[in-house]
């Protein structure tokens, strides 16, 4: 079968319309109206091959092709201002094959092969990937560049609004999914026999799968300029917030995958039917191909969140608690490959603690009918189901430090300038020395505070120089997401019993309770959660950073109290 399909998409779907109709902010009276299409074309094919080999043995093939390019116009669904177009290309690959063998009329195999390939591009079209619409053109100074001259980072930046301001729906620029890349590949192998004696039907097998994950997400390396309160802040060529980044975006990462499982279909008696089983699943943490990968530990700083704290110079630096695999290697940038031999080793290739090995998955059931003829049985059950963590972990530790820093460019007035938002950023300096951030404040009891990092930069993107010696960039954010070196697999526990009762011919009384139980359950948890000052759990550094801070004022109502701990003081 060979199927070829060929739409068109508009700015709304709708059952025949072509339009999309927005009321204008200022006037509900006006509706302004746009017809952009956006093309769609698919082309694809199936193909089923059924054998018998023998009077035993039949094979079936299946195989499935696609290919899905497109253009979209509408790449920010909220942005009423986004000129640009974006070419989509997507390919899919699968194929299954399943080879059953009859032994005997009670015992029987079945073998499984399977391959899955998915391959997704993204890139803008080409009438704006000419030199026209670069950064460069239009007098934007971009890093990045020394890291990766590819037309994603040379395109036009990326402008946006803050939300809640009469700019709220404003974009321009190729947006953050512009020159992304995905490609999945899964093989699988599986085996399962079946063998009928007597009051038992046995069953036995196991699967194994290898699975791939390339992806290169360069998002805001072609810079982004957000955050603006008014048009006339973007005429004048500023900006409240400016953001590229430094480092390696390509990354490819393997994990596999094994099971086994028994089970026993028992007919103890006409009355009563048993379902007994275990299966095992083994999901092996996932490795980066060249050790692309950056976690955290946070064994050393066990002391930072219990009631007595710990030192200023342990919790106010996290560096010491960065890890990467044992195989991360150079990756050719002097300044990520800097910062990855300042980093600590994690001993192994995937940086957690060890191997979850023990996900045995018990599984119970019953059928039961007490009184014969009188239509009545009773039903239960209890199994533990694992849920495979991996592509969750891939997608945490994709944009980590060493390999990748955002960069966040903000000026005290609020208004970065486009053309030099970059200009004081240090290139030439290893992404490590941008570590740790500190709460700097100018003397005097009218001094102000503000964040700054550890790099030397003496002047703001605006060229005023930094108060006294506080030198390094202000207001750096720096985005780090880690998964627990503990981490065990998922798994809920699932229940139920009920019975089904048929009290008259063609009426069926059924009531059934089922419960569910998950435990080891992924979650998110923020790093700097904030502390209730009233709260005695909090820990004695907290307070010790304000007395320090009081300090620093000149200590305008006096000098410190005594105490101990620096919350009595």
Not at 108 to 124: C, D, K, P, Q, V
Not at 424 to 435: A, D, E, M, R
Request: glycine share 10%.
């Amino acid at each position: 079968m060979i199927a070829r399909a060929r739409a068109f998409q508009f700015g709304s779907v709708q059952s025949g319309g072509v339009t999309t109709r927005t009321v204008r902010e200022n006037n509900p009276l006006v509706q302004q109206l746009n017809v952009v299409p956006s093309e769609f074309e698919q082309d694809q094919f199936t193909t089923r091959v059924d054998g018998r080999l023998s009077e035993s043995v039949s094979l079936t093939a299946t195989f499935f092709f696609s290919n899905f390019p497109g253009l979209d116009s509408f790449p920010d669904p909220s942005s009423l201002a986004s000129p640009f177009t974006l070419r989509r290309g997507d390919r899919n690959r699968t194929l299954a094959v399943s080879e059953q063998h009859i032994f005997s009329p009670t015992l029987i195999n079945e073998a499984r092969f399977g391959f899955f390939y998915l391959n997704n591009t993204r890139s803008l079209d080409d009438p704006f990937l000419s030199e026209a619409l670069t950064s460069q053109a239009v007098g934007i100074g971009n890093p990045a560049l020394l890291f990766d001259d590819s037309p994603g980072t040379r395109r036009l930046g990326h402008f946006i609004g803050r939300p809640g301001t009469p700019l709220s729906q404003f974009s321009f620029g190729g947006p953050n999914d512009s020159f992304n890349r995905r490609t999945q590949q899964t093989v699988s192998f599986s085996d399962n026999l079946t063998w009928v004696r007597g009051a038992h039907t046995f069953r036995a097998g196991g699967d194994f799968k290898r699975h791939r994950h390339d992806s290169n997400l360069p998002e805001e390396q072609a810079t982004e300029f957000e955050k603006f309160d008014s048009f006339t802040q973007l005429l004048t060529g500023n900006a409240t917030e400016a953001d590229t980044q430094f480092g390696v975006t390509d990354k490819s990462f393997r994990f596999l995958d094994f099971g086994g499982y028994v089970t026993d279909d028992w007919k103890v008696t006409r009355k009563l039917t048993l379902n007994l089983g275990l299966r095992y699943e083994l999901f092996m943490w996932p490795t980066e191909k060249d050790g692309r990968i950056g976690n955290f530990d946070f064994s050393s700083f066990a002391g930072c969140f219990t009631p007595q704290g710990a030192a200023l110079s342990t919790c106010d630096n996290p560096t010491p608690g960065f890890i990467v695999p044992d195989n991360a290697a150079p990756v050719g940038l002097a300044n990520v490959d800097s910062a990855i031999a300042a980093t600590a080793r994690a001993g192994n290739r995937h940086t957690l603690s060890g191997q979850d090995w023990n996900n045995f998955a018990p599984r119970a059931g019953f059928a039961y009918s007490p009184w014969e003829g009188r239509n009545f049985v009773v039903r239960g059950g209890f199994g533990v189901f694992y849920d495979r963590p991996s592509a969750a972990f891939v997608n945490t530790v994709f944009s980590n430090y060493p390999f990748l820093r955002e960069v966040e460019i903000t000026v005290p007035s609020g208004n970065v300038p486009l053309d030099t938002a970059f200009a004081q950023q240090p290139t030439n300096l290893g992404l490590n020395n941008w570590l740790p951030f500190r709460v700097v404040r100018a003397a005097g009891a009218g001094g102000s505070y503000v964040i700054r990092d550890a790099t030397n930069v003496a002047r703001d993107a605006r060229g005023n120089p930094t108060v006294g010696a506080n030198l390094g960039n202000i207001a750096e954010t720096f985005e780090f997401r880690a998964v627990d070196r503990n981490l065990r697999t998922p798994y809920v526990q699932q229940w139920n019993v009920g019975f089904q009762y048929e009290f008259v011919s063609n009426w069926l009384l059924e009531a059934r309770y089922a419960g569910t139980r998950g435990r080891n359950l992924l979650q998110a948890v923020a790093f700097n959660q904030g502390y209730d000052l009233n709260d005695p759990a909090t820990p004695d550094h907290i307070f010790e950073r304000f007395n320090q801070a009081y300090l620093a004022a000149g200590a305008p109502n006096g000098a410190l109290g005594a105490g101990a701990t620096a919350r009595e003081r």
